[in-house]
C-alpha cells in the first residue's frame, strides 16, 4: 500500500478514495471523473440560538448538494458535534452512489449542524431546526433538494422543517422525508433501513454461504437502523448476542431477547441495563466472535488501530462509512467480505422515495406495499452489485460504487454536460 494511503484521510478524501478506484476500472475520463467526484454546490450557514436560561450559542449548519444529474437532491440532517464540512461533503457523495445503486431518481446531498440536541430542550431544538430551515431555505424544494432524518433527528425535527418552508411556500409535505404518518409521512419509513439492511443480509449470506439462521450478530448502535435490522434478522432466526449504543452494550452468548431488548431501550433509550444480558464495555463490541457484524452507528469507527480485533465471517454496514480505507484493505485481506454502505443502509432513502412520491400525488400507500416495492429494489440493487463483482472481479464496495458511478455518468452524458 501506498504510504499516502497510511497518512489519516478525511472522511471526504476516504469517499473520495473509493470513487476514485471504482471511476479508474470504469475508464472515466478525467475531466469527468473530476466533476463527478466534487461537490455541486456547498452551503455554510451561521446560527445563534437564544437558550432557555437566557443566553446566546452560535452553531454553523451545513448543506452540500453534491450531484443531481439522475434527479434532486436527497440526503438526511444530523444534528451532532462533529458535524463539519468535510464530513457533510462525504455524506453527500454517498448519498449520490446510494441513490445511484438502487437506482431511484435521486442526486445526493447531505446537511447538518454542529449542536448536540442531547444538551438543548425540545424548545432549542425546534429553534434551532426553524433558524436552519430558513437560512438554507434558498437552495431546498420538492423538486431541487429533499432533506430527511439522519442521526439525532427524527420525524419531529422534520415536521418542524416542513412547517417552516411552508410559511413561506405554502403546503408543501414533498420538501422533505422521513415525517410522521399522519402529516405526510409514509408507513415503513421508520423500519426501512434496517429493513433494507436485513434484506441485504439475507441475500448476502447466499452468496458468502453463512445460514442465516442461527447465525451470530453483533450491532453497534441501537437507534433507528440498529433497532429495526436487530429486529427483522431476530425474526428471520439470527442470533443477536451483542448490541453496543453511546451509554453501553450488553451480550448474551445464547442471543439476546430482542422483542425484550427493543421494549427495554424505548423505555430507557439506551440498552445499557438491560436485565437478561451480561455487561461489557462498549468499545469491546467489535472484539466479540460472531458470523455478521454490524455497525450501524457513527462514520468512522472501524480503523487499522482496532480492525484488528474484528472476529467475523461478514461486515454489513448499516452505519454511512463506518470503515475506513485502511482497515477496508486489512478486512480485503483477509478475505473478510464488507456489504458496503450504499447498498447495505439505502433502504431509508429508497422508502423516503416511495414517501415523496406518495406526497406528490397525495395518494397513501399500505405499508405491504412498501415493504414489497422496498424488497424488489433492494433485491435488484443487490443482484446489481454481485454481478459487477462477479464479472469484473472486485469486491463489493468497489463493484457498487461502479454501478453507481456508471448510472451517473450516463446521465451526466444524456444531459449533455
Ligand atoms: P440514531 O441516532 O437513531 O442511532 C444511533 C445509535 O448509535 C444510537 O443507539 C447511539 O446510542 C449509538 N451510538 C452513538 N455513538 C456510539 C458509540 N460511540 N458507540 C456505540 N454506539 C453509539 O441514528 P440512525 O438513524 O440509526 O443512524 C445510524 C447510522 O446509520 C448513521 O451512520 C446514519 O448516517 C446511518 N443511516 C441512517 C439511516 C436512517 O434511515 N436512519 C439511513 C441510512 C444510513
Redesign the pocket.
Known amino acids: 500500500m501506498a504510504d499516502s494511503f497510511r497518512r489519516k484521510m478525511t472522511a471526504y478524501e476516504e469517499v473520495n478514495w473509493q470513487y476514485n478506484k471504482a471511476a479508474e476500472a470504469l475508464g472515466i475520463p478525467e475531466q469527468h471523473k473530476a466533476i463527478m467526484r466534487n461537490c455541486y454546490r456547498e452551503l455554510k450557514v451561521q446560527i445563534t440560538l437564544h437558550r432557555d436560561d437566557g443566553s446566546l450559542t452560535e452553531f454553523f449548519g451545513f448543506r452540500v448538494q453534491h450531484n443531481g444529474a439522475r434527479g434532486p437532491y436527497k440526503g438526511?440532517i444530523?444534528y451532532h458535534p462533529s458535524v463539519d464540512m468535510d464530513e457533510v461533503r462525504a455524506?453527500a457523495s454517498l448519498m449520490t452512489w446510494k441513490t445511484a445503486v438502487v437506482n431511484i431518481p435521486y442526486g445526493g446531498a447531505k446537511g447538518g449542524v454542529n449542536c448536540d440536541p442531547k444538551q438543548m430542550s425540545e424548545k432549542e431544538v425546534q429553534d434551532l431546526t426553524r433558524t436552519f430551515t430558513r437560512k438554507i431555505d434558498m437552495a431546498l424544494g420538492p423538486y431541487r433538494d429533499i432533506p430527511?432524518?439522519?442521526?439525532?433527528t427524527n420525524a419531529k425535527v422534520m415536521t418542524w422543517l416542513m412547517d417552516e418552508y411552508g410559511r413561506k411556500h405554502g403546503y408543501t409535505p414533498a420538501i422533505v422525508t422521513?415525517k410522521p404518518v399522519n402529516l405526510g409521512g409514509s408507513k415503513g419509513r421508520e423500519s426501512?433501513?434496517g429493513l433494507g439492511v436485513y434484506y441485504t443480509t439475507r441475500h448476502a449470506c447466499g452468496d458468502f454461504e453463512i445460514p442465516l439462521k442461527g447465525s451470530r450478530v453483533v450491532i453497534?448502535?441501537?437507534?433507528?437502523?440498529?433497532?429495526w435490522a436487530a429486529k427483522y434478522l431476530h425474526d428471520a432466526g439470527a442470533k443477536i448476542i451483542a448490541v453496543?449504543?453511546?451509554?453501553g452494550?450488553v451480550m448474551n452468548d445464547r442471543g439476546l431477547d430482542i422483542p425484550a431488548l427493543l421494549n427495554f431501550a424505548r423505555e430507557k433509550k439506551?440498552v445499557a441495563g438491560f436485565p437478561e444480558a451480561d455487561v461489557m464495555k462498549?468499545?469491546r463490541?467489535f472484539g466479540v466472535e460472531c458470523d455478521i457484524l454490524i455497525p450501524?452507528?457513527?462514520?468512522g469507527?472501524i480503523t487499522e488501530n482496532n480492525v484488528g480485533e474484528i472476529n467475523t465471517k461478514m461486515v454489513v454496514e448499516?452505519?454511512?462509512?463506518?470503515i475506513n480505507p485502511h482497515a477496508d484493505h486489512i478486512l480485503a485481506e483477509k478475505g473478510i467480505p464488507v456489504i458496503p454502505?450504499i447498498l447495505a443502509?439505502?433502504g431509508?432513502?429508497t422508502v423516503s422515495y416511495f414517501e415523496w412520491t406518495q406526497n406528490l400525488q397525495q395518494f397513501y400507500w399500505e405499508e405491504s406495499d412498501i415493504q414489497k416495492k422496498l424488497e424488489s429494489v433492494m433485491d435488484k440493487a443487490y443482484a446489481d452489485v454481485s454481478r459487477m463483482a462477479k464479472e469484473r472481479k472486485v469486491l463489493m464496495r468497489q463493484a457498487a460504487f461502479m454501478v453507481a458511478i456508471q448510472r451517473v455518468y450516463d446521465a451526466v452524458l444524456l444531459r449533455g454536460i
Open positions: 438526511g444530523r455524506l430527511a432524518p439522519d442521526v439525532n422521513g426501512a433501513t453497534q448502535g441501537f437507534g433507528n437502523v440498529g433497532s453496543a449504543d453511546a451509554d452494550a439506551t462498549k468499545d463490541i450501524a452507528a457513527l462514520n469507527v448499516g452505519a454511512n462509512n463506518p454502505d443502509n439505502a431509508g432513502v
